[in-house]
Nanobody, 116 residues
Framework: QVQLVESGGGLVQPGGSLRLSCAAS????????MGWYRQAPGKQRELVAS???????NYVDSVKGRFTISRDKSKGTVYLQMNSLKPEDTAVYYC??????????WGKGTLVTVSS
């Protein structure tokens, strides 16, 4: 089992920055890929960024050049650096861990609000 806890959300003005963290506990050696998802009010959850166990990254077009995903495999932690934030980035951000064995794990989310 892997448990995920997100942190770092909050209220920020347009153009500002936030850094989200997701800390994993449990059998972190079982973690393969990790990713950040978000869900805005009234919208479906979408993949924002992902990173493989080998460090390959992928981003949704709307955040390319503004967000950066990274991870510390030894700690089972994944980060999302968000720069040049826009009101449309407002959402609950969730961390997900794809496991080699067993059911994928999700965190409970952290709220990011971009507003002046």
């Amino acid at each position: 089992q892997v448990q995920l806890v997100e942190s770092g959300g909050g209220l920020v003005q347009p153009g500002g920055s936030l850094r989200l963290s997701c800390a994993a506990s449990g059998t972190i050696f079982n973690i393969n890929n990790m990713g950040w998802y978000r869900q805005a009010p009234g919208k479906q959850r979408e993949l924002v960024a992902s990173i493989t166990s080998g460090g390959r990254t992928n981003y949704v077009d709307s955040v390319k050049g503004r967000f950066t995903i990274s991870r510390d495999k030894s700690k089972g932690t994944v980060y999302l650096q968000m720069n040049s934030l826009k009101p449309e980035d407002t959402a609950v951000y969730y961390c997900r861990a794809d496991l080699f064995f067993g059911t994928d794990s999700w965190g409970k989310g952290t709220l990011v609000t971009v507003s002046s």
